[in-house]
């Protein structure tokens, strides 16, 4: 069983950064695709950010709003991945959960990933 905690997640002005991790503990991390995703009041989880496994080269995937603000990474020796968030806007508003896909392949769809972290708040301000 893996077990997935996130930490990092705060309340910060409009512009602001901040760097969310994922701490994972049980499984074969290096070989699982890590997600980010959020989910704001009333709305669907949605994807954020993934980085697929070392079989499939680590390779990222950015949902289009992030692209160029959002930066995820992944530290295999530390058994965990971050979320580096910049220029953060009011709409970036959301729990911001990991998640992990064991088959290690690229992937954004809530219902492919196998095990999930328990959430962190990021509330931006205007």
């Known amino acids: 069983q893996v077990q997935l905690v996130e930490s990092g997640g705060g309340l910060v002005q409009a512009g602001d950064s901040l760097r969310l991790s994922c701490a994972a503990s049980?499984?074969?991390?290096?070989?699982?695709?890590m997600g980010w995703f959020r989910q704001a009041p009333g709305k669907e989880r949605e994807f954020v950010a993934a980085?697929?496994?070392?079989?499939?080269?680590?390779?990222?995937y950015y949902r289009d709003s992030v692209k160029g603000r959002f930066t995820i990474s992944r530290d295999n020796a530390k058994n965990t991945v971050y979320l580096q968030m910049n220029s953060l806007k009011p709409e970036d508003t959301a729990v911001y959960y990991c998640?992990?896909?064991?088959?290690?392949?690229?992937?954004?769809?809530?219902?492919?990933?196998?095990?999930w972290g328990q959430g962190t708040q990021v509330t931006v301000s205007s």
């Open positions: 998640a992990a896909d064991r088959s290690g392949q690229p992937e954004t769809r809530v219902r492919e990933y196998d095990y």
């Open positions: 049980g499984g074969t991390f290096s070989r699982y695709t």
């Open positions: 980085v697929s496994g070392s079989w499939s080269g680590g390779a990222t």
